[in-house]
């Protein structure tokens, strides 16, 4: 994959290349998708793979075989380890952490200790929050600034706090769900009073 790359302001010098990538950035993959941007002092290691319309902030490091998908936005100071994988439209707010073992040792380094990390489809992680390894957030939950998340999330779940729990669900554009239309006892309709959309929410067993 070709790339741009810029000048000491940070503005592309050819607008006709598949990717950009600030001069200080160092990128060893070969699989950055098209209209990405990767800022300064961020490291793109071999193997891993980022999709289209992403943009990399500041001193983010993405590790060897970890996964980006589409139009995903990495904040500033993130690491995005092995064994992470992230799908399209998430946003990761700065200086978000994620661990890749679960029980860490200088001395004792193992590819088996490795968990993978999923982070579905729309979600958001806030500033500073940590997401231990093994887990799922699903799709559109918010994870609230400085949350600590060390079990699964379900889709369109707020949470909140360290440990982090359940507040709540919102929306896909981000706001709490507070309108119920219709509670059957295995489901919950909720309309967002901000965008107007119907959210179904599954009760888990």
């Not at 319309?53 to 092995?82: R, T």
């Not at 200790?113 to 799709?139: D, K, Y």
Request: glycine content about 12%; charged content about 20%; proline content about 3%.
């Amino acid at each position: 994959m070709t790339k741009s790359q810029g000048n000491s302001k940070g503005n592309s010098q050819d607008e006709s290349q598949a990717y950009y990538a600030h001069p200080t950035a160092i990128v060893e993959s070969e699989s950055i998708g098209e209209g990405t941007k990767i800022w300064h002092f961020a490291h793109v290691r071999p193997s891993s793979k980022i999709g289209k319309g992403c943009n990399i902030g500041k001193s983010v490091y993405i590790d060897i075989g970890a996964e980006v998908g589409d139009n995903v936005k990495i904040q500033n100071f993130v690491s995005v380890y092995k064994g992470v994988k992230i799908e399209d439209d998430v946003f990761v707010g700065p200086s978000a952490t994620f661990t890749n073992d679960l029980y860490p040792r200088a001395f004792i380094w193992d590819e088996e200790h490795v968990l993978a990390t999923r982070i579905c489809r729309g979600s958001s992680i806030g500033a500073n929050a940590t997401i231990v390894c093994g887990i799922t957030i699903g799709e559109y939950a918010m994870i609230g600034a400085g949350s600590v998340v060390a079990e699964d999330v379900p889709s369109h779940a707020l949470i909140l706090g360290n440990p982090g729990r359940q507040r709540g669900w919102v929306c896909r554009c981000g706001r709490r769900l507070n309108t119920i239309l219709h509670d059957d006892g295995s489901k919950t309709v909720y309309r967002c009073s901000s965008c107007g959309t119907d959210v179904e929410i599954v009760k888990r067993a």
